[in-house]
């Protein structure tokens, strides 16, 4: 990992190196603390875009409010430590993420009034899952590890604790020599991936789960809208694993993993084992909407000025 010159921590910029926590920092034994990832693009006309700041900054303290951990800053603070953290380090193009934890203090469950502690951090991060599987098609397995019972573990909140299982299932598949695990729901239908929504394409008709037992992406949500706009029909609904392995297409959304096409799921290939034309006309749209090419989307990209 590229190391970038200093890290935002309550409001202050320490050097890199420097950004530590103490050892009874109470997230660390728990993971009770939420999180953001957002990706900040160079756009065609050479400033550098933050896509969709104000949206994750709203699901951090979605988050937060989930997770019942009061920021101790306002989301106006946050954003704007979000663009001086790429403004201090020179970044034109990086991944941002936000981190709210609990710090020392009592241990024990319940933490009291440990203090809220914020982070705010920007590298460098180039295609999440390869660009080799941007442009061919990721492989996928489903896992044996379900994804969360929302009366166990809440998915539509960014807590850190909730992605042990993403890394379980992670490990599992990647071991077997798969690049991505599909998590399957508690009740056996198909929830989502380790850090991906999950789409698939059938006789022209696009289908994703419904925001039941998924962290409720803003990727997804911006394809949705592209694909609406486009005139295709979008439907929220549950489905099964084979219905994944007769679709036409399937692909991952994620900040991270952009649009990434799947060409396998559990050795058998989807459509004819090449990313899907839907998929493909999707991809080519997300990368000109985050990076400003088209105008009907700049809303929702904050631009960074004196870079
Ligand atoms: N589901 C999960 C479980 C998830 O972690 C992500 C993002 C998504 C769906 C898509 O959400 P969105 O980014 O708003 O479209 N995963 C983040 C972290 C990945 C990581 O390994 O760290 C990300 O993409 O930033």
Known sequence: M???????MNGELVPWDEAKVHILTHTLHYGLGVFEGIRCYKCADGRSGIFRLRDHIDRLFQSALIAQIEIPFSKEEIEEACKDILRVNDLKEAYIRPLVFIGEGVMGVHPHDNPVRV????????????????????RAKTSSYIRH?????????????????????????????????????SEGYVAEASG????????GIIKTTPPTTILPGITRDTVIRLAKDRGYTVIEERFTRDELYIADEVFLTGTAAEVTPVREIDDRPIGNG??????????????????????EYTHWITYLLNL
């Open 119 to 138: 982070a705010i951090i920007a590298w460098k991060w180039g295609a999440y899952l390869g660009e080799e599987a941007l442009k061919n098609g990721t």
């Open 196 to 203: 991906e929504n999950i789409f698939l394409v059938k006789n």
């Open 2 to 8: 590229e190391k970038a010159k200093t890290i935002w």
């Open 274 to 295: 090449k990313p899907g034309k839907i998929t493909k006309e999707l991809q080519e749209l997300y990368f000109k909407t985050v990076k400003g090419e088209l105008p």
């Open 149 to 185: 019972h929302p009366n166990a573990m809440m998915t539509k909140a960014k807590i850190c604790g909730n992605y042990v299982n993403s890394v379980l299932a992670k490990r599992e598949v990647t071991r077997l020599g798969y690049d991505e695990a599909i998590l399957l729901d």
